[in-house]
Antibody, heavy 126, light 108 residues
Framework: QVQLVQSGAEVKKPGASVRVSCKASGYTFASYDIDWVRQATGQGLEWMGW????????GYAQKFQGRVTMTRNTSISTVYMELSSLRSEDTAVYYC???????????????????WGQGTLVSVSS | SSELTQDPAVSVALGQTVRITCQGD??????ASWYQQKPGQAPVLVIYGESNRPSGIPDRFSGSSSGNTASLTITGAQAEDEADYYCNSRDSSGNHYVFGTGTKVTVL
């Protein structure tokens, strides 16, 4: 079955960096984007960016530009999300999700994220 | 605007119908997708495109769209449908994504 498995919880100090991994299985890794979404406790979902595992192209939300880097290792079907200059507000659960396009009658005008990884808690505290 | 706005909370009696709305300018050009999230769990895709359900999603979930508003309807709500629901679509640039503010659905 299609599955995304993420790395374990992390505890970091302010100013440090964190790298979270997302290992894909059950489908052709290069055929779908991987997106990253985070959720602070009691808050909503916040989209961070995407990576195309085939080309290596990325796109980041403006809020995270300059602090986030997404990379991949195609030999092990894994995408990485690194967030630097951590601050307390970055404490959240970080999710990866497989991203796809919705197309109908030759027009692609929708997207979807499915499945999602189990989430990785990143705690930032001094 | 790049924002997607949802009502914070709605309630529905068991077996009745509830509609959750999502408003935003980008919805005039792009379909929304909808996600169900239960406490302590990762989000789950329930509707995408015009009104497509992934495998395993009950047919009581349906979607629709008109102008700048997308809707998720649960027809015959069940106790297990109690959850937070988020819409998602492209932002005004068309290159990035944005989630709605989320709606908490309570089944009475």
């Amino acid at each position: 079955q299609v599955q995304l498995v993420q790395s374990g919880a992390e505890v970091k100090k302010p100013g440090a960096s964190v790298r979270v991994s997302c290992k894909a299985s059950g489908y052709t890794f290069a055929s779908y984007d991987i997106d990253w979404v985070r959720q602070a406790t009691g808050q909503g979902l916040e989209w961070m960016g995407w990576m195309n595992p085939n080309s290596g192209n990325t796109g980041y939300a403006q809020k995270f530009q300059g602090r986030v880097t997404m990379t991949r290792n195609t030999s092990i079907s894994t995408v990485y999300m690194e967030l630097s200059s951590l601050r307390s507000e970055d404490t959240a659960v970080y999710y990866c999700a497989r991203g796809g396009l919705y197309c109908s009658s030759g027009n692609c005008n929708g997207d979807w994220f499915d499945p999602w990884g189990q989430g990785t808690l990143v705690s930032v505290s001094s | 605007s790049s924002e997607l706005t949802q009502d914070p909370a709605v309630s529905v009696a068991l077996g009745q119908t509830v509609r959750i709305t999502c408003q935003g300018d980008s919805l005039r050009s792009y379909y929304a997708s909808w996600y169900q999230q239960k406490p302590g769990q990762a989000p789950v895709l329930v509707i995408y495109g015009e009104s497509n359900r992934p495998s395993g999603i009950p047919d009581r979930f349906s979607g629709s769209s008109s102008g700048n508003t997308a809707s998720l309807t649960i027809t015959g709500a069940q106790a297990e449908d109690e959850a937070d629901y988020y819409c998602n679509s492209r932002d005004s640039s068309g290159n990035h994504y944005v989630f709605g503010t989320g709606t908490k659905v309570t089944v009475l």
